[in-house]
């Protein structure tokens, strides 16, 4: 009974303390909780302070960090060569370059003392098509627009090895010969040369295109003649035009070579099958030459890529001629020597 009595006034006494002070924590949190951003004391000093700075920062009196990939995305300063011609005869360097060029949307106005720039932000390239739309006729071959704030002139053709590294500049070959002939192939059907193959390179005289290259056969008295790769002929003449290549010829008197005609007519040649007579064909010596013999239909009987003059005439190799005896008669001979057309030789064989 007298502990029962003890117990019920210490479990009063705990509340009467417990509950004053819950009262005094509450109210503690609650005002801290209730101030202003900042000015919270129950936080870290590292915490106050990353906070404050986040402020300032927002407020813009201090600047926010970035990220550092953002460096890496800094665009690169770029660089524009045109196509040069180093001349053979005297080493010296030129442009010759025909493309609708602007810096900064001002045209580039003498393209022959221009060598390029350096620091650029940007360098877009057109093709001959879109160009003419945008600039007229006078970007017929292309163009190519530059900007920059700071962009750097070249003032002579680059020669910088670390610069050629990075942005070799195209230079196009040029040739020590006063002379070009197309690379045409041409069949002798035993009256005439037809074209079989014909140069599918720009061919440029003068600055003016050869029209038709199957019937164009070459000129002499040349002062220059520059051979572009395709890409140097796309960079300059558009992706279509130059896209195999082009060759450019210069000079004051130059010649045309007139059309390939039949090859002299060496007359008429005896050969006697039975004296084992072999087919040899006046003023032929060459290393490599090729004979073709036509029957009295101007139908090939025979053909040897590397004719050795050990033709006995006895049977044929062509088609359906492989192997047959061949009848006596009147046969048409055509030698081509190889790497000399104007030797070839023409005529005809009885054939006994």
């Known amino acids: 009974m007298l502990n029962r009595k003890r117990t019920t006034v210490w479990a009063s006494l705990r509340w009467l303390v417990a509950l004053p002070l819950g009262g005094i924590m509450l109210t503690t949190s609650t005002m801290a909780f209730a101030k202003n951003d900042g000015d919270v004391v129950l936080y870290t000093k590292k915490m106050t302070v990353l906070k404050a700075d986040f402020q300032e920062a927002q407020q813009g009196s201090l600047p926010v960090k970035k990220d550092r990939t953002e460096a890496a995305k800094k665009p690169m300063k770029k660089s524009f060569f045109p196509v040069l011609v180093t001349e053979h005869q005297n080493g010296k360097t030129h442009s010759v370059e025909k ?28 093709n001959a098509e879109v160009a003419t739309r945008k600039y007229g006729k006078e970007a017929g071959f ?97 992706k279509e035009i130059g896209r195999n290549g082009a ?13 390939i005609g039949p090859p002299p007519f060496y007359g008429k040649l005896t050969l006697d099958r039975t004296k084992g007579d072999l087919l040899k064909i006046p003023d032929s010596e060459a290393e490599l030459k090729t004979l073709t013999i036509y029957n009295s239909k101007h139908v090939i009987v025979y053909n040897n890529v590397d004719y050795r003059d050990d033709w006995k005439a006895e049977t044929g ?36």
């Open 99 to 126: 493309r609708y060029i602007l810096v900064n949307g001002k045209k580039v106005s003498d393209l022959s003392t221009f060598y390029g720039v350096t620091n650029a932000q940007k360098v877009l390239h057109l």
């Open 142 to 238: 292309g163009a190519v627009e530059i900007t920059g704030n700071n962009i750097n002139w070249l003032k002579e053709p680059n020669t910088s090895k670390k610069e050629q590294v990075l942005f070799p500049p195209p230079i196009a070959k040029s040739v020590a010969q006063t002379r070009f002939q197309p690379r045409n192939g041409y069949k002798y059907d035993g009256e005439k040369y037809i074209p079989v193959e014909v140069d599918k390179r720009y061919i440029v005289i003068n600055g003016e295109a050869v029209k038709d290259n199957a019937t164009f056969y070459g000129v002499i008295n040349a002062e220059s003649v520059t051979i572009l790769s395709k890409d140097q002929a796309s960079k300059i003449y558009g």
């Open 247 to 259: 060759v450019e010829i210069k000079g004051a008197d130059l010649k045309y070579s007139p059309p």
């Open 317 to 352: 190799n062509y088609k359906e001629f492989d192997a047959k005896k061949l009848a006596a008669g009147t046969y048409t001979y055509f030698m081509k020597i190889d790497g000399r057309p104007t030797e070839n030789k023409r005529g005809q064989i009885i054939i006994n």
